[in-house]
């Protein structure tokens, strides 16, 4: 079981977690959207397309742009279609 842990709350937890490059990629039902907030930052990956944002919120504390995610990842990254990824200090194990 792999878990994304931030602020002291489980953000997500799955046994079915795509990992590229480092990333653990979690399936979007294994992530609490009571913590999501969503966010209008992007970016792009060459290979895997255009990645769009969401800021944690727990407790109270903000976490801007955490969470990232492909709405429509290239042939290449298909295996990261509806799945989200984690950094900015989010414990990921």
Same mark, same amino acid.
């Given at each position: 079981?792999?878990?994304?842990?931030?602020?002291?709350?489980?953000?997500?937890?799955?046994? #079915?977690?795509?990992?590229?490059?480092?990333? /653990? *990629?979690?399936?979007?039902?294994?992530?609490?959207?009571?913590?999501?907030?969503?966010? $209008?930052?992007?970016?792009?990956?060459?290979?895997?397309? #255009?990645?769009? *944002? /969401?800021?944690? !919120?727990?407790?109270?504390?903000?976490?801007?742009?955490?969470?990232? *995610? *492909?709405?429509?990842?290239? $042939?290449?990254?298909?295996? !990261?279609?509806?799945? !989200?990824?984690?950094?900015?200090?989010?414990?990921?194990?």
């Amino acid at each position: 079981m792999v878990q994304a842990k931030w602020n002291g709350a489980v953000i997500a937890e799955s046994e #079915d977690t795509v990992i590229v490059e480092g990333n /653990h *990629y979690f399936p979007r039902d294994s992530v609490w959207s009571k913590y999501l907030l969503h966010s $209008d930052a992007t970016s792009h990956c060459p290979w895997k397309g #255009d990645a769009c *944002y /969401h800021s944690l !919120i727990v407790d109270g504390e903000t976490n801007e742009d955490a969470a990232w *995610y *492909y709405p429509e990842p290239k $042939d290449a990254a298909a295996e !990261i279609a509806g799945r !989200i990824a984690f950094w900015k200090g989010v414990e990921v194990g």
